[in-house]
């Protein structure tokens, strides 16, 4: 789910802002994604200094244009939250700063960990592991959704399941019968 979410949040960001796919790398990577400045060569001509000119002034619109627009997804980020999932953020300690600074990327970063932590901050590894043991067993192909993909996140999932030591015979089968 989360995921997905991801994903729309960067089709829309690429459809709505100026240089949205910028802003879809850093929604992708959790983090602020900038290009590395351009090199002065030694001893440049004055072509080379104004081309190089250019570069930075284009790099540094750039930047700011992304900073501009990573700040406008956090208000869409919590406006796509449920309450409970805005009740958890809130009662951060992070979040009072989160908010003044508008910081997208430390707000997807709780929302990840929250939404595969189950809001315990990895304090409840069993409701965990039979929460995934739970989503093998009910793990549908998706309505046009390529098989191939499908069973690559189902091996996906049995590998973190297999990972923690837990027993998959009796979940391939149900799964299996449920696919008949």
Not at 11 to 23: C, I, P, Q, R
Not at 74 to 102: N, W
Not at 114 to 122: A, N
């Amino acid at each position: 789910m989360y995921v997905k979410t991801i994903e729309k949040l960067g089709l829309y960001a690429s459809t709505h802002f100026k240089n949205g796919s910028d802003v879809k790398k850093c929604l992708k990577k959790i983090a602020l994604v900038t290009m590395p400045p351009p090199v002065l060569p030694q001893d440049p001509t004055d072509n080379n200094r104004k081309v190089w000119e250019y570069h930075m002034a284009d790099l540094l619109r750039t930047e700011c244009i992304l900073q501009r627009n990573v700040n406008n997804m956090f208000v869409i980020l919590m406006s796509l939250c449920d309450s409970g999932m805005k009740s958890h953020v809130e009662s951060c300690s992070d979040y009072a700063q989160m908010d003044d600074d508008l910081d997208t990327i430390k707000l997807l970063a709780m929302i990840k960990k929250l939404v595969y932590s189950g809001g315990t901050h990895e304090l409840n590894v069993r409701h965990n592991k039979a929460m995934a043991q739970m989503s093998l067993m009910n793990l549908f192909q998706d309505r046009f959704q390529d098989i191939y993909k499908s069973m690559a996140s189902t091996r996906q999932l049995e590998k973190c399941v297999m990972s923690w030591g837990l027993g998959l015979g009796h979940l391939l089968r149900t799964q299996r019968q449920k696919n008949i």
